[in-house]
């Protein structure tokens, strides 16, 4: 079959979560096209070279500024927001009435559809939550998304039906109802892997500028006041660069998956922002972790609440990080860690997308 795979461009996050399924379809003998936008799109090339073929659509005007998130803002921007859903999705129009396509999977991306096609959205963030928890504003949230709700087939989350990870992102639902809603399970193409632990602290950046780089340079100013082994992954792809800041300190502007396993797996504590991706790397490892929410994203601000107040990860708002101190109190919490296969995930989004 054609499939057109759609991946938002916010970050890595959503590229790196999407890769095994694509691996898994192309292994099938299915032929890829993948669209995307920016280092999300320059990852996938690197990780999947010419097995495939690429597309450049442009992706949402990302909300991630240096100012702090407002319910206020996030109404105000709804109509470029929708304008741009509505413009990526006469692109695809286009698209598809160039090259014909047997089956649609959009990670986050809404315009991603033809009627017609069997499409798919990947999806873990149903509904919308501020930091401070505003029930109205939520459930308007979740009805904005269940909007889209006839342009797909199935909504697939990556995470349980119960025990999850992603908590009321995906789960206790006012719209969305039983048959529309998939949980897949976690996905991750990491597996843990028996490496001697010679590294302390493993700092891993991404997301959407500026912020990325905003604690990039806060992370540069504190790091030489650690102790131990540090490696620094920029979160860069379109960078290819090894350096040493100190004798204790390498960067590298990005890794591959292998390289990223291999780190993760050595390291004693990861330092990353609290994206959904890296949560599901993190429970498949069983590593601990400091978090570093991206401000103004409410998704990773929630995943780092509702896990702190579980006693899974510590985590501290970008503006008041302490390296020093922080690492400590992180080295304190549980950690998390989930008995589900990977396999089964991918398996089961085969199934749904190409009755295999």
């Known amino acids: 079959m054609e499939v057109l795979f759609a991946v938002c461009s916010w970050g890595l996050g959503h590229a790196v979560r999407d890769l095994p399924l694509m691996r898994r379809i192309i292994k099938e003998g299915h032929q890829l096209t993948v669209v995307g936008k920016g280092r999300s799109l320059q990852f996938l090339k690197k990780e999947l070279k010419d097995s495939c073929s690429y597309t450049e659509i442009p992706d949402y005007s990302s909300a991630y500024s240096e100012k702090n998130f407002s319910v206020a803002k996030f109404v105000g921007s709804l109509p470029i927001y929708i304008d741009e859903i509505i413009q990526e999705h006469s692109r695809i129009r286009k698209l ?100 001697p632990q010679d590294i302390d602290y493993f700092i891993s950046l991404s997301g959407p500028e500026p ?71 993190l429970a498949f490892l069983g590593k601990k972790a400091l978090f570093i929410p991206t401000p103004g994203q409410t998704e990773q601000i929630y995943l780092a609440d509702y896990h702190k107040n579980k006693r899974n990860f510590y985590s501290v708002s970008q503006n008041k990080l302490n390296l020093v101190k922080d690492v400590e109190k992180a080295k304190k919490y549980k950690g998390l860690s989930v008995d589900f296969s990977p396999k089964e995930t991918e398996d089961k989004f085969m199934r749904i997308v190409f009755g295999q």
């Not at 990947?122 to 504003?137: A, E, G, M, S, T």
């Not at 390498?250 to 390291?267: D, H, P, T, V």
């Open 96 to 195: 598809v009435k160039s090259h014909p396509y047997d089956r649609i999977v959009s990670d986050s991306r809404f315009g991603v559809y033809k009627r017609g096609i069997p499409s798919f959205f990947i999806f873990h963030q149903l509904r919308f939550i501020p930091p401070k928890r505003v029930k109205f504003f939520e459930r308007f949230t979740e009805g904005f998304n269940y909007l889209f709700k006839d342009n797909f087939d199935r909504f697939l989350v990556p995470d349980t039906k119960d025990n999850s990870l992603s908590g009321d992102l995906s789960h206790n639902l006012r719209y969305f109802k039983q048959g529309k809603v998939e949980y897949l399970g976690p996905i991750s193409d990491l597996r843990r892997k028996d490496f």
């Open 211 to 281: 912020q990325r780089s905003v604690l990039e340079r806060k992370i540069m100013d504190q790091v030489l006041s650690l102790k131990g082994r540090i490696v620094i992954t920029l979160g860069k792809p379109e960078e290819e660069k090894t350096e040493y800041l100190s004798n204790n300190i390498q960067i590298f502007s990005c890794l591959n998956r292998k390289k990223q396993e291999e780190m993760m797996n050595r390291a004693k504590l990861i330092i990353t922002r609290s994206g959904y991706t890296t949560l599901m790397e």
